[in-house]
């Protein structure tokens, strides 16, 4: 499955980097979201964009920034991290707004913060 | 806010053995997702139910959607080596989809 893809795939970082995650789909879908799944945790939604706007942010800290400069692209600035930021960060899209529309995601971005 | 409960949350069988996880939410749904998440991958949707009393059918796979449409089923028949994995249900309504937290699936061969 090609439909959204995600980079980098891994990731070590270190407390005060910055790096960024990227996210896109290919399929014409008009919603994207950022989730991070950790280990033994559920699905925790982090964003949500639709049309290129913000539509939810659930409560996440300053240090994580998204960006979604069109709707094929969605971005996840990370900065001062911390270990327990480390998981899989998964993006999702959906033609429309989750509620009704299946969601399809991206392999992930394994990321591991020391 | 919208809850989505899901249990099992860990269930090992032996090979051939059935298999179901069951998806409970505290408010009513307008649809219900099925997910399948393989060690190592990521969530890869299955099924959506939008129905109520709804029965659908994927080879060995059927997933049921309550009248109240506040629960789901999925149930596996004769389970392989290939089934072993995070199963997720998702309750949309309101422009959101909630998801379960799993129920990871091992088979023993």
Known sequence: ?114 | GQQVMQIPQYQHVQEGEDFTTYCNSSTTLSNIQWYKQRPGGHPVFLIQLVKSGEVKKQKRLTFQFGEAKKNSSLHITATQTTDVGTYFCAGGSNYKLTFGKGTLLTVNP
């Open chain 1, 1 to 114: 499955e090609t439909g959204v893809t995600q980079t980098p795939r891994h990731l070590v970082m270190g407390m005060t980097n910055k790096k960024s995650l990227k996210c896109e789909q290919h399929l014409g879908h008009n919603a994207m979201y950022w989730y991070k799944q950790s280990a033994k945790k559920p699905l925790e939604l982090m964003f949500v964009y639709n049309f290129k706007e913000q539509t939810e942010n659930n409560s996440v800290p300053s240090r994580f920034s998204p960006e979604c400069p069109n709707s094929s692209h969605l971005f996840l600035h990370l900065h001062t991290l911390q270990p327990e930021d480390s998981a899989l960060y998964l993006c999702a899209s959906s033609r429309e707004l989750a509620g009704a529309g299946t969601q399809y995601f991206g392999p992930g971005t394994r990321l591991l913060v020391l």
